[in-house]
């Protein structure tokens, strides 16, 4: 993996194992090997690390970590380059991330293409560079720096790079003559002081206070993770322990301390989930391997509200041409206002250039008429949320549309089934589910029909890395995967605060226990009166009126705790008042009000319901694991292909912190076996609720004595164990 070639009196390592290049031990093991040929050749007098394809070295192999590790380790690979007699140059394009920086501050030179990047990303996976790089850094760059790049993760281009002294040249093109052309420059200088172990850390006035304020800002930015501290205390200890190899053992340690930790677990595996869900397959075996996608040029899209707009600009952004339909001028405009000043409020971020801003706005053609989208490749609808008009508008575009063009429903429930059956192209009719704002979520369930194509799938999934997006392909079934399982969360938080919380309370453990926002914040934030609006509808269908007495709906546990709320104008934040009242800070900020712990206590009385005290740890199983049970739920009838799946969709949809994997990672981290049994007792005492009848694939993996890895969460491989 590691390819050797001299020319002239240099010595080339082309690490050659694509896609990014990663440090896997057949890496380490030929970067260790070159090192030794080359200075043995007497011919060669210099040695140049470059990366072959795409890019010089992302980093360690993550897929190696957990497993038994096989030498030579990263660091001692770097000691070996550090200690050639013969000079060392990193040539560096692409990425030079993680381990491979590392490799570049080990080497004696480094020079870049100016399109490069270098960082240090381990904090993103639960890990600290581990391979020296928290001692070198600080030895090339200032500490303040060091601690931002290697506590943030961030990636920093090569011209930045050079001006933190991080690089010695960056070069426009050529870069392996550019290498040759330093090497010989540098051939018989002498390497000393070149080998940063020999170099003092870079002089810093006041470390505590450096320390402190990049531990307030990684502590704002990483809410409840434990590398960004590990991370600082490693680069504090470059600048307090008695020489490099002191320090280098304190990042060891600390190392240590991470990788044996389960945050460091479940953020690699979340990034690896992330990258899962881009291998999709339909249940008629169609797959991203066998279908291609079509090309994408226009994109249309129908309804200029909050969705129609927020998917307009996603979609400008990208650089793609778009037709905006309303049905009224009036909304048409409010649409367009709303695109300019998000695209606006980009530009102020240095998000998008100004000239950015103008070919955006370019690329759009705002209108009244649906004719105009005769042309566009792409439809995406996101007129309001009714089955009947949505497939009034489908039967319109199938008549006006070219034969090719594929139909997209941004509906957060609706059947995609009946949706494309108002067409004659059911096989070109999908769902497209962004989360709102769709210009800032970076989920996208994509949703397949019974006649969805395999073409379709690959088109609508290439077209979400297109806009920047993680797709994830869910079938069609009610509120899909993400929305189906959160409402079970949703729902029990509600039935806790009936029994004896108080909405505060659950947030706070919900909060604690990473989430964003509580639950109830949520709904304030979105407006109580919107699932007030569903719950209606919902009643009206099975012949019902809601009272506040209901307490079942299709035989089910119903609350009307929210519906008081509702009817008393306590809709949400948009008016001051919800679950929380918002008086502070422009109405910006959630505190508890004793009127609604009144209304809550007299709703009780009212209904008979005895209060009790209820634990945190009971908050977080009623709520979690409702949530999961419908996820194994959703694997088991195949709307959810993978657990992967289901945890992106919570991971990137509702902010589930990330340091706990997913909800579905969670609950193999708590024990599939403990999980069931807490459902089991649920179900018992509830015995009213739907969401607690336990599911059969949850039921089978957890009756086995060994926990399967997650990608055999399935029924069939469940029936075969
Ligand atoms: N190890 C193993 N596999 C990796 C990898 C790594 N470090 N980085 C990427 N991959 C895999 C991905 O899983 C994906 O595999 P798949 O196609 O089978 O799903 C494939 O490479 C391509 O990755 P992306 O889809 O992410 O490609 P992009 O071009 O979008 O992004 C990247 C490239 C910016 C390099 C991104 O992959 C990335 O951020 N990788 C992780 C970098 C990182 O964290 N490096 C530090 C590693 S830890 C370390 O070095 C420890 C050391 O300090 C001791
Ligand atoms: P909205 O009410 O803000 O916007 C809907 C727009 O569609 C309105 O401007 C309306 O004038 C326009 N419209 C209605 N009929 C039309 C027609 N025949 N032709 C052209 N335009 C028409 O609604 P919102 O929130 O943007 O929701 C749109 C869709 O997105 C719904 O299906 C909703 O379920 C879904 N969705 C909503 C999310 C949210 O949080 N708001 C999240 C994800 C999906």
Known sequence: MVDYKVVGSIAFLEVNNPPVNALSHSVRVGLVEG????????????????????????????????????????????????????????????????????????????????????????????????????????????VPVAMEMIASG????????????????????????????????????????????????????????????????????????????????????????????????????????????????????????????????????????????????????????TMGSGIAVTVLRAGLP???????????????????????????????????????????????????????????????????????????????CKAETILCSNTSSLDINMIASATDRPDRVAGMHFFVPAYVMRLLENVYGKATSGTTVATIMQLGKKLGMVSVLVGTCNSFVANRTMQKYGTQATFLVEEGSLPQEVDQVLTDFGMPMGTFAVGDLSGLDIGWNIRREIAQAQGMTLTFATRFMGGDRYSSLSDRLVQKGRIGRKVGKGWYKYEKSGGKVATPDPEVTQIILDHCKELG????????????????????????????????????????????????PRYQGGPMFYASQVGLRSVYDKICQFHERYPNQSIWMPCELLRRLSRLEVTPPMSEWTMKTTSKL
């Not at 080990?106 to 993103?124: D, T």
């Open 35 to 142: 090192l030794d040929r080359s200075n043995k050749e007497k011919a060669v007098k210099a040695i140049v690390i470059i990366g072959k394809g795409s890019t010089f070295i992302s980093g360690a192999d993550i897929k190696e970590f957990g497993k038994p590790m096989r030498g030579p380790w990263l660091t001692a690979v770097g000691e070996h380059i550090e200690a050639s007699e013969k000079p060392v140059i990193a040539g560096i394009h692409g990425n030079a991330l993680g381990g491979g920086l590392e490799i570049a501050l080990f080497s004696h030179y480094r020079i870049a293409l100016k399109s490069a990047r270098v960082g240090f990303p381990e904090v993103l996976i639960g890990i600290l560079p581990g391979a020296a790089g928290t001692q070198r850094l600080p030895r090339v760059t200032t």
């Open 322 to 400: 778009v037709t905006l339909v309303e049905q009224d001028r009036k909304f048409l405009d409010r649409g367009v206002a709303m695109i300019k000043s998000v695209l606006e409020g980009s530009v102020r971020l240095k998000k998008l250039s100004p000239q950015g801003l103008q070919k955006c706005m370019s690329l759009l053609k705002a209108t009244v008429n649906m004719d105009d989208l005769r042309d566009v490749d792409l439809v995406i609808e996101a007129v309001f949320e009714s089955l009947s008009l949505k497939k009034q508008i489908f039967g319109r575009l199938d008549k006006l």
């Open 154 to 305: 961030r990636h920093v281009s090569a011209p930045d790079a050079l001006k933190y002294g991080i690089l010695d040249r960056v070069v426009d093109k050529d870069l392996s003559s550019e290498c040759m052309k330093l090497a010989y420059n540098i051939i018989g200088k002498p390497l000393h002081d070149r080998r940063l172990r020999n170099r003092p850390v870079t002089p810093v006035e006041n470390l505590n206070a450096v320390y402190d304020a990049a531990l307030a800002q990684a502590t704002r930015r990483f809410k409840g993770f434990i590398a960004p501290v590990k991370c600082l205390q490693a680069v504090k200890a470059a600048v307090t322990a008695d020489n490099y190899e002191a320090g280098v053992n304190e990042e060891s340690r600390l190392f240590a301390d991470l990788m044996r930790s389960g945050q460091a677990r479940a953020l690699q595996y979340a990034f690896f989930a992330e990258r899962a869900t881009a291998r999709w397959q339909l249940p008629t075996g169609e797959s991203y391997r066998t279908c291609k996608p079509l090309p994408i040029k226009t994109v249309g899209v129908i309804g200029a509200g």
């Open 609 to 656: 319901i005895e209060r009790r005290s209820i634990s945190p740890q009971e908050v977080i199983e009623r709520t979690f694991y409702a949530a999961i049970n419908e996820g194994f739920r959703c694997l088991e009838d195949g709307v959810a292909a993978k657990p992967e799946d289901i945890d992106v969709c919570w991971l990137l949809g509702f902010g589930f």
